[in-house]
């Protein structure tokens, strides 16, 4: 890709930084658009944006389009921050969200690890174009499949209900002349399908709320954990191309490719740990607290994480450190 379009290493890091952009800046966009509007919406909208893109970043010539491409594919991807632990709430119950959120985190990294692997054999025989193609083919596969298949999951309580009204004859009920309560599965499928789902709260209001959670101590923990494992992905990530390509390694694309293999193995690893455990944990500590849930119940476990993933970091860098400048 360098020698195709005439950038540097330096314009690739750049491009990755302004994806970050792009992925911190529309989750405050999407967030309150999300929870207004609906799911099912931004699900068809991002996977949209990220088919468009990849057929874009198959075909551009330019570093200007590197850094739009790479703009857009942050837009679209703060769904996977936002939308998809929003839809994990709706769908399941405390005790069940961190085996949830395990799946959902494998299904990320295993596609962020894996992905570079087989696309990095695809490069070194077709070129860097095919890879994004093939990507693009997946993308837009996967945005016809939302458009037909994906329910929205947007959960509106009810608050006021009317009593259903029966038809009597002689003071007994006519089963025959009630009316039918069961919708057609056409009438199920279309209400599945709905493409918004508008509840009455404040656009302004639903986007200043995340403010207040952030002077929640365990909310901050939180953040500080989780911005701090993207940062050394991101920057894993960068350095893993540079670094590795460059002597006493000199490894290919595919090669670098398998560097992900590690992460992947761990990823799966992690699941049963901040998964299943997480839960059976979180469970425990509340009947001892009398019943009674706390958010960080969860920040427990942590601990073990914190102390393995600085080892790791510390091995990655004495590996890197033998590259001769």
């Known amino acids: 890709m360098t020698q195709d379009l005439g950038i540097t290493y330096q314009d690739l890091a750049n491009a990755q930084a302004i994806q970050l952009v792009g992925l911190a800046s529309s989750c405050i966009l999407f967030i309150p658009l999300t929870k207004k509007y609906g799911r099912r919406s931004t699900y068809v909208f991002s996977t949209a944006l990220v088919a468009a893109s990849s057929w874009w970043t198959a075909c551009m010539t330019t570093k200007v389009e590197l850094y739009l491409t790479s703009l857009l594919y942050g837009l679209a991807a703060s769904t996977t921050d ?3 632990e929003m839809s994990i709430n709706d769908i399941f119950f405390v005790h069940q969200r961190a085996t949830a959120n395990g799946i959902y985190a494998v299904a990320v990294m295993g596609g962020s690890f894996l992905t570079p692997m087989i696309a990095g054999v695809q490069a070194e025989a077709q070129g860097w174009r095919v890879s994004y193609m093939t990507l693009a083919g997946f993308m837009t596969a996967i945005h016809v499949i939302f458009i037909f298949f994906f329910e929205e999951n947007k959960w509106i309580p009810t608050i006021e209900g009317t009593q259903a009204s029966t038809h009597t004859t002689n003071g007994k009920i006519d089963l025959e002349a009630a009316p039918s309560a069961t919708p057609s599965t056409w009438q199920r499928y279309r209400r599945a399908m709905r493409f918004l789902t508008q509840t009455d709260e404040s656009l302004l209001k ?41 002597p006493p390694y000199n490894f290919n694309p595919a090669q670098v490719g398998y560097m992900y293999t590690g992460p992947t193995i761990g990823t799966i690893l992690s699941f049963f740990y901040g998964g299943p455990l997480t839960d059976w944990a979180i469970v425990r500590l509340s009947r001892r607290s009398g019943g009674v849930f706390e958010a960080e119940m969860r920040l427990y476990p942590l601990i073990l994480p914190a102390i393995v993933s600085t080892g790791g970091l510390i091995m990655f860098g004495a590996t890197a450190d033998r590259v001769r400048t």
Do not use: E, N, R
């Not at 959670?213 to 540079?242: K, N, R």
């Open 206 to 246: 639903l986007a200043i709320a995340p403010v207040y959670t952030c002077f929640m101590p365990h909310v901050v923990f939180g953040w500080l954990q989780l911005a701090s494992g993207v940062c050394w992905l991101v920057v894993l990530s960068s350095v893993l191309t540079i670094v590795f390509t460059a």
């Open 82 to 84: 936002t939308s998809i």
